[in-house]
């Protein structure tokens, strides 16, 4: 049974690890093997980056946060 839910933005911090589940709609090498139309996990890391920016009229350095999720490994799914 489903109903609609109210959203909740997610707050994740620096380094945490998520297992999602794919399906291979194209073909996926994974460790050897080449998989195609089956389901397989990715181990994923959030990653919280800071770069710094010379802006274009001044000399001072402007640092801003890049945060994404970065896959680690791949499994199939036995």
């Known amino acids: 049974m ?5 959203y909740t933005k997610a707050e994740y911090s620096n380094k945490t690890t998520r297992l999602k589940r794919k399906y291979a709609f ?3 090498y994974i460790a ?3 998989i195609w139309l089956e389901t397989y996990e990715v181990l994923q890391a959030y ?5 710094s920016v010379i802006l ?6 402007v ?8 896959d680690l490994s791949k499994r199939i799914i036995e």
């Open 26 to 28: 194209l073909p996926v």
């Open 32 to 34: 050897g093997d080449m």
């Open 2 to 6: 489903r109903w609609k839910a109210k």
């Open 47 to 51: 990653i919280v980056e800071e770069v």
């Open 63 to 70: 640092f801003f946060q890049r945060a994404s999720w970065i």
């Open 56 to 61: 274009e009229n001044s000399e001072s350095l």
